[in-house]
């Protein structure tokens, strides 16, 4: 994929410098035809086109933003009540991802979202352990979020 880029980005330039006029607009013409050109040669390069890991990292983006507010509300939920009544503790998580960096991805996404903590991985990196705020409300969200990212983290790595 960084060398799908380099080659995109190398191709801009040479658009632009065979040009009489060099400006953004020139070199991003440069650069859409780089795209059409990396596409059309896309089964004779060995890895994917490097447009669809892009998007597929976009999507991630949302995807986490999406959780972002979803497990906020729920955490402002808990917070605004008169008498704060949750129900803290740890409970574990299996995961189907496999390799170091699909699974620190996922351990960061699910940390970074309100009401959950990743305290630990295991040695097979399989199972975690999580700190919930709310166990009934906090463990039903945090596996519906594990199930998007899990989904999107393989089409990302994958």
Do not use: C
């Not at 006029?21 to 035809?33: A, H, I, R």
């Amino acid at each position: 994929m960084p060398m799908q880029v380099l080659v995109n980005l190398l191709i801009g330039v040479i658009w632009m410098f065979l040009q009489d006029d060099w400006s953004v607009l020139t070199f991003f013409s440069g650069y859409l035809f780089g795209l059409l050109v990396l596409y059309i040669l896309r089964r004779y390069l060995p890895t994917q086109f490097y447009l669809v890991t892009l998007l597929a990292i976009v999507q991630l983006f949302f995807v986490f933003i999406y959780e972002l507010f979803t497990s906020s509300i729920l955490v402002i939920r808990q917070i605004i009540r008169p008498k704060i009544n949750i129900t803290p503790g740890i409970f574990t998580l299996e995961t189907e991802l496999e390799g170091d960096m699909e699974v620190t991805l996922l351990a960061l996404l699910l940390t970074l979202t309100p009401g959950s903590v990743v305290v630990e991985v295991s040695s097979n990196s399989k199972k975690f352990y999580i700190h919930a705020l709310d166990i009934p409300e906090s463990s039903n969200a945090v596996l519906q979020s594990k199930a998007k990212f899990e989904k999107a983290i393989k089409k990302v790595t994958r």
